[in-house]
């Protein structure tokens, strides 16, 4: 689709990322897919339709459909407190009572986001939690926040009595057939490559006067691991918020389980009603796990902050899948014109796409 190559050509020129990738599926059926630019700019290495893309938050739509399984299969509910689910949290009057359905949706109250890295050497996370004020304001506001997906990271390995590596692959790498989503990608795949150390993160921890010794170098591309510092420094690369790699491919096969209606193959993998409770509105602006509104007007989706984004559309079993390396240009830029301006061309080409079927 022409219109889709200019605003990739467009958005390239003014530096917003330096590759890409993007897919359209409509009724499981690819209808476009290609690739933009550089996959990494020191090695000139050219951005691929299977290069792999560290996923960012959209981890959290992958943690979520483990949720959502567990919930399907009975083994908690969505009003589910922590205490029951996750018994360590029950000395923490914060958390005791925070329930699963308040996590997905970010209504627990807790704070947006927290270094936990500069608490190390410290690296139980739950005395961390003890150690740090966890509120940020009135709780009835939604409040989006990596730790509501550290918490559901916490609770699917204590649920399913795994490491969350191979409740990833367990769950959904081996039902959907995925090849290539992993937390820690081997060197066989073509890579994206993100931020030359964490240099925002740098400036975020310094803002709120927080010391961090042990950053990555600021002359190299990160390569092949995990960008988000509290992922890859305090969770060893796993974690339920960010983490996860994936090329374009198995990121589609994750949104069409939910374009229809939780199903792989003839196998029910998470109740529909689940599934359509996920992709609607439960508070202002969130499904379950889900970004609803904003910059998708119809259906919902989920960006990542290295410049990824899912998006899905069941009532038109459309999927659109767009991976970039944002933070690998000089200066990183807020991409969501970019991503606006993709949505927007989908939907008026919606017809014109459904016909090339």
Not at 50 to 56: I, K, S, Y
Not at 295 to 318: C, M, Q, Y
Request: proline letters at 4%.
């Amino acid at each position: 689709m022409d219109e889709i190559d200019r605003i990739f050509e467009r958005f390239l020129q003014r530096k917003f990322f330096s590759g890409g990738v993007c897919s359209i599926s409509i009724d499981g059926q690819i209808v476009f897919l290609k690739a933009y630019g550089k996959a990494d700019l020191v090695k000139n290495s050219d951005t691929e339709p299977n290069t792999l893309f560290d996923l960012a938050s959209i981890t959290k739509i992958f943690t979520t459909t483990i949720i959502l399984q567990l919930i399907t299969r009975k083994k908690i509910s969505l009003s589910t407190p922590l205490k029951n689910c996750l018994p360590i949290t029950s000395r923490n009057t914060t958390l005791a009572n925070i329930t699963i359905s308040q996590l997905l949706t970010h209504t627990s109250g807790l704070k947006a986001w927290h270094p936990f890295y500069t608490n190390l050497p410290n690296d139980n996370f739950f005395e961390v939690l003890e150690e740090i004020d966890l509120i940020e304001k009135n709780s009835e506001e939604v409040i989006y926040s990596d730790l509501n997906f550290m918490l559901l990271g916490e609770v699917i390995k204590e649920q399913l009595h795994e490491d969350l590596e191979t409740i990833i692959s367990q769950h959904i790498g081996k039902p959907l057939e995925l090849s290539s989503l992993t937390y820690q990608p081997s060197n066989r795949f073509t890579i994206a490559v993100t931020e030359f150390g964490n240099r925002t993160e740098m400036k975020m921890c310094e803002e709120r006067n927080l010391r961090f010794e042990g950053w990555r170098s600021l002359h190299y591309p990160i390569s092949g691991e995990v960008n988000d510092g509290n992922a890859y420094y305090f969770f060893s690369g796993k974690s339920g918020h960010a983490g996860l790699f994936s090329n374009i491919e198995d990121l589609m096969k994750l949104g069409d389980l939910y374009v229809k209606g939780g199903a792989y193959k003839g196998k029910q993998l998470i109740s529909k009603e689940l599934i359509d409770q996920s992709l609607n509105q439960q508070v202002p602006n969130r499904g379950l796990g889900w970004e609803v509104n904003g910059i998708f007007p119809e259906g919902a989706g989920h960006t990542g902050f290295t410049g990824t984004s899912i998006w899905v559309v069941p009532e038109k079993k459309l999927t659109v899948g767009i991976l970039t390396n944002r933070l690998h240009v000089e200066k990183p830029k807020n991409i969501n014109p970019f991503r606006k301006d993709i949505v927007e061309t989908v939907l008026s080409n919606y017809e014109k796409l459904k016909g090339d079927l």
